[in-house]
């Protein structure tokens, strides 16, 4: 993710000067890339109910977070991804920061294969002034259908964290992927993925504690090193997250040919799966389980008999990432990067303490990113108190 | 104990595929025993299953490269065990495109059956997918539940000797009737009639409709004939014959 200084020396020719005066607004359009956007507001919206927009100087950004949030999603489009990319006018003025419900933003592109047939140019506004987003479909024959969607100013959505910090890191093309966990149910929750013995990658659905063990078909998919880009990883490292999560940004992948890194740590710390080009990246962030596979005795499998699976089982804390709760009163220096930031930044917690997280799985904690020496323009709604975590 | 197979040609393959998926369909939890040359999947007539009951019969020789097992003992050299077949109707609809499918009874977290399915990849390597499907084992004791149904003396009905056959519904506010004519009567069955019988006569059996559904609606394998034999206000049974197949399903008449 590119941080601000880097967007400013490479703000990109906007391709048409807009002659409206007194509205401050934020305008892309595409056409050929609505598909992309459209399959990225699908992919996001397998992960949360709320999708925050931020229009930046790099480009747009569209994140969500899952109510536990043991799920964070981001995409950003690079400023040459639209037709027309403008983030805001006048542009020293702060872009509004917004959330709209994903429900109604997916209706906009609710049909692919439609967006693909009629929809000849997407346009995508953000009024602050009257408090809407509106997307403007452009149809053939003449047909313009306008959606106005209502959105709440909020705060940065930001999850903390950093693929550099992961000492694991797998790749490989989003099709071997897609194809390695086709195995498994699509009612499957949970998968672990693990290195195994011989250097295979294995990936192995997850029974919960409560499962009915004696009823529950076990399947495991294992595949050579050889079909991995990239496999960083020592024998004996395994995850294990969210499979309908990370489903979402695989298809994502998949229709648009790309590469998928996955970076993980031992068990109970993050897991951030990333894809990118030349024009947009994308981050899910997963917590995973913090405690090894129950249930399993680590050495099941087809290569049981001659290798032991022997899955990390570290007795390591849950990782939390521990937030300051002081209001920002310009204590970071300099410009802040949108991500990642640091465990030594302090910003304000916007943690909302949603439903308790799934199972054993840690929520990971968010913060707002306060730009430095700004307090907010207006009284921001508060969300949630910032309650302690489990602990 | 001990049990495995082997599938290598893809045909093979996608016919028990369809089999287990048909079997899949009409019962959720049955039996299968394995015995030297045959496989069974059985559904017996408990309370439970609504009186349905099912018996379906497999030579192994016509889908396995490798068979081998060894029963409960020399005198019993069989194996009865109780299975969910919808999961090994999902695991093997995994091996589509497999090289080779092995399914062999093992003990992991309890008794399995270990699906083991060696799929083509890019690399050298080829990819393999493991289900363990676990299974119940049934003591001997309780082997005499599976006996294969006797069929009982049949009358023909509301299908009749002469090929008719009739379907009925009937509710409140409609009647309504399908009739199929020109049907074959197996010459057997036309065999032991006595003489003075009518063949014209109707017999009549009123049978859950749902569960005709269900039966019909799971078919996935192409049969080659259809056998209905009716006895009088007590069963329907149907009989699908297919080359290597023959699934009989039984459905109780309504009181």
Known sequence: MRSRDEGEQRRPAVFSRDTRRGVDYCHVALSTAKIVLGKAAHSLSRIGDELYLEPLEDGLSLRTVNTSRSAFACFLFAPLFFQHYQAARPPQRQPPRCKVLMKSFLAVFRSLAALEKTVERCCITLSPESNRLVVQLHCKHGVTKTYNLSFQECESLQAIFDPAECPHLLRAQARVLVEAVSPFSPALSEVTLGVSRGRRVVFRSYLEDDTDAARAMMTEMSLSEDEFQQLQAQEGASITFCLKEFRGLLSFAESANLSLNIHFDVPGRPAIFTIEDSLLDGHFVLATLAEPQAGQEPGQGPHSTTHQDDFANDDIDSYMIAMETTVGEGVAEGPRTPSPVSEEEEAESNVIPGTPPLKKFRSLFFGSVLAPMEPPSEPNPVLAEDSEGEG | ?255
């Open chain 2, 1 to 255: 104990m001990r049990f495995r197979a082997k599938i290598v040609d893809l045909g093979c393959l996608n016919h028990f595929t369809r089999v287990s998926s048909t079997i899949s369909k009409l019962a959720k939890t049955c039996t299968l025993r394995l015995s030297p040359h045959k496989l069974y999947f059985i559904l017996s007539d408990k309370v439970a299953n609504g009186g349905v009951s099912m018996w379906c019969e497999l030579a192994q020789g016509n889908f396995f490269d490798e068979f081998q097992m060894e029963g409960v003992s020399a005198d019993y050299n069989e194996i009865y065990l109780e299975l969910m077949p919808e999961n090994l109707s999902r695991a093997l609809k995994t091996a589509q495109n497999a090289k080779t499918v092995k399914i062999k009874l093992t003990n992991k977290h309890c008794p399995c059956l270990t699906v083991a399915v060696e799929l083509p990849s890019l690399s050298s390597s080829s990819r393999i997918v493991t289900h363990d499907i676990p299974v119940g084992v049934i003591p001997r004791k309780l082997w005499t539940d599976f006996r294969e149904p006797v069929l009982p003396e049949f009358d023909v009905v509301e299908a009749n000797l002469k090929g008719d056959m009739n379907l009925k519904i009937q509710t409140d506010l409609v009647c309504i009737t399908t009739h199929f004519k020109h049907l074959a009567n197996p010459s057997w069955a036309l065999e032991d009639i006595s003489q003075d019988r009518d063949l014209e006569a109707m017999v009549e059996a009123r049978i859950d409709i749902k569960k005709l559904l269900q039966f019909l609606a799971g078919q996935q394998v192409n049969t080659t004939k259809v056998l209905c034999n009716i006895v009088q206000n007590r069963i329907v049974h149907f009989i699908l014959l297919h080359d290597e197949v023959s699934l009989q399903y039984f459905i109780p008449a309504l009181s």
